[in-house]
């Protein structure tokens, strides 16, 4: 079974500084990797996404994470934050032979202070 | 190119009733997921339809029920709901092509 592990319910960091989310994956074949961003009552928008090929993978805004196999980990970063990357913040797995199912962590809410 | 569209976006229902949501998706998308999204459970999947067959299905009871049309939008029903049905019901499309899902806005369902 699939599972996804996401380090810090909650992350506050000041603006300008790095923004670090990180994620823990548990499956048995290499999974596609995902992360989104949820805004307050609004849906998901993907981040940015892994499946094959690099494993540094560049996102929307300035974000991107690498995927790291030994490690079973896809951390997300952002070398400086901004005001507006506060938010919830959801790492997903997936795999190919269960179609287009989405197994997420819990969400870390990211608050950036001024 | 139209987003994923859910209806109606906020709904307020009673213990025992039934409720049927509504999921537009993207134009060409034939797989149609849904996901309850709660404070205390997070992020569930409860069911993914492909060309109107349901090709996976999450651990919830009976009660959650969907089907898809022949233009792939879908449609999901609760029965005799519950207080703990109280969610945000999120859809997502996925192309045929891309792993990607494209969520809609939610259903924002509270029970009384």
């Known amino acids: 079974a699939q599972s996804v592990t996401q380090l810090g319910s909650h992350v506050s960091v000041s603006e300008g500084a790095l923004v670090l989310l990180r994620c823990n994956y548990s499956s048995s074949v290499p999974p596609y990797l995902f992360w989104y961003v949820q805004y307050p009552n609004q849906g998901l928008q993907l981040l940015l996404k892994y499946t094959t090929g690099a494993t540094l993978v560049k996102g929307i805004n300035g974000f991107e994470a690498e995927f790291k196999k030994s490690e079973t980990s896809f951390h997300l970063t952002k070398p400086s934050a901004h005001m507006s990357d506060a938010a919830e913040y959801f790492c997903?797995?997936?795999?190919?032979?269960?179609?287009?199912?989405?197994?997420f962590g819990a969400g870390t809410i990211l608050r950036v202070k001024s | 190119k139209a987003g994923v569209t859910q209806t109606p976006r906020y709904l307020i229902k009673t213990r025992g009733q039934q409720v049927t949501l509504s999921c537009s998706p993207i134009s060409g998308h034939r797989s149609v997921s849904w996901y309850q999204q709660t404070p205390g459970q997070g992020l569930q999947f409860l069911f993914e339809y492909f060309s109107e067959t349901q090709r996976n299905k999450g651990n919830f009871p009976g009660r959650f029920s969907g089907r898809q049309f022949s233009n792939s939008r879908s449609e999901m029903n609760v029965s005799t709901l519950e207080l703990g049905d109280s969610a945000l019901y999120l859809c997502?499309?996925?192309?045929?092509?891309?792993?990607?899902?494209?969520f809609g806005q939610g259903t924002r369902l509270t029970v009384v």
């Open positions: 997903a797995v997936s795999r190919m032979e269960y179609g287009n199912k989405l197994v």
């Open positions: 997502a499309s996925s192309s045929d092509e891309d792993t990607e899902a494209f």
